[in-house]
């Protein structure tokens, strides 16, 4: 096995891994990192590939600023934030599960009725992979979806802060007792709890 495939391998072996950690994990901060570990070994590949400007761009743009904007977005919602119930949780697995499975199906279907035979790719151009390719490609041909990809991520920011202030404002928030109420009803000081008040004998 020669080092680029050696490479390849462990690039793919991250990439998964990092893949099912972030489906399965309970804590959305581990999530995220699983999420990281994904991107990452992605970088790998495009590496492997000599596509060192979409290594760099998946690496600030994504583990640098994407997964710092999850990272934020979990911390203002809280450690709880996707806490459901039994019957909910449930319930989103096994529609989300289905419905993945569904459209892997599909798509291997798709893919395998109209293979014939390995595909034979042309030499690549000296310009394929530059600064002046992927520039030409994104705000060319893929404007819209990248402009889409933006508005996605503005949506679930101001979702997450919406969801964030009503559950703020569900909570039951205790008024500060006042002097009076505290001086009379308050808790005892620790050095006054052997010392407890007695009443005035009646005259």
């Avoid at 490479?7 to 489906?23: E, K, P, Q, S, W």
Wanted: a positive charge; glycine letters at 14%; hydrophobic letters at 55%.
């Amino acid at each position: 096995m020669s080092a680029g495939s050696l490479f390849f391998a462990v690039c793919g072996l991250v990439c998964l891994v990092g893949a099912l950690f972030t489906v399965l994990a309970q804590n959305p901060i581990r999530g995220a990192m699983g999420l990281l570990a994904t991107i990452l070994g992605i970088a790998g590949l495009f590496m492997e590939l000599h596509a060192q400007f979409l290594a760099a761009i998946q690496l600030i743009v994504y583990a640098g600023a994407v997964i710092v904007l999850f990272v934020f977005v979990i911390m203002l919602l809280g450690p709880d934030a996707g806490s459901a119930g039994p019957g909910k949780a449930r319930a989103s697995r096994w529609f989300g599960g289905g419905l993945a499975a569904l459209l892997s199906g599909a798509a291997l279907y798709l893919v395998g009725a109209h293979s014939t035979g390995a595909t034979v790719f042309l030499p690549a151009r000296p310009e394929h992979g530059t600064v002046e390719a992927v520039g030409g490609m994104l705000f060319g041909k893929g404007l819209v979806p990248f402009e889409l990809a933006t508005a996605l991520l503005i949506v679930a920011v101001v979702g997450a802060i919406a969801v964030a202030r009503s559950q703020n404002k569900k909570k039951s928030v205790e008024k500060p007792e006042g002097e009076t109420r505290r001086m009379f009803v308050g808790p005892l000081h620790p050095r006054d709890a052997g010392h407890p008040i007695e009443k005035e004998p009646a005259k």
